[in-house]
């Protein structure tokens, strides 16, 4: 089993920044990429970005350019720096962890990221 730990959500004003970490535990075999995923109320999950162990990543549009995603493969850790913060950004964050084997992912219990105007 695997276990995701997410931290460093908050509340920020609007323009801020918050840094959110993950670290995964337990029986890591294989890990394909690791990612985050944010759910607003009354909308769908989307993926907001996602690195592979390679190190290529990938973001939704309305964040390109402020959030960045990083990685220590070393220590399994996932990171997630979101500069320029809207409100519209506010959603729990969601870390998680593809392997195994690809299409199988492992998911955190989330953490609240709340942006004021």
């Known amino acids: 089993q695997v276990h995701l730990v997410e931290s460093g959500g908050g509340l920020v004003q609007a323009g801020g920044s918050l840094r959110l970490s993950c670290v995964a535990s337990?029986?890591?075999?294989?890990?394909?990429?690791m990612g985050w995923y944010r759910q607003a109320p009354g909308k769908q999950r989307e993926l907001v970005a996602s690195?592979?162990?390679?190190?290529?990543?990938d973001y939704v549009d309305s964040v390109k350019g402020r959030f960045t995603i990083s990685r220590d493969n070393a220590k399994n850790t996932v990171y997630l720096q979101m500069n320029s913060l809207k409100p519209e950004d506010t959603a729990v964050y969601y870390c998680?962890?593809?392997?195994?084997?690809?299409?199988?992912?492992?998911w955190g219990q989330g953490t609240q990221v709340t942006v004021s105007s």
């Open positions: 998680t962890l593809e392997g195994p084997y690809r299409g199988h992912e492992y």
């Open positions: 690195c592979t162990t390679e190190g290529s990543t």
């Open positions: 337990g029986s890591i075999f294989r890990i394909y990429s």
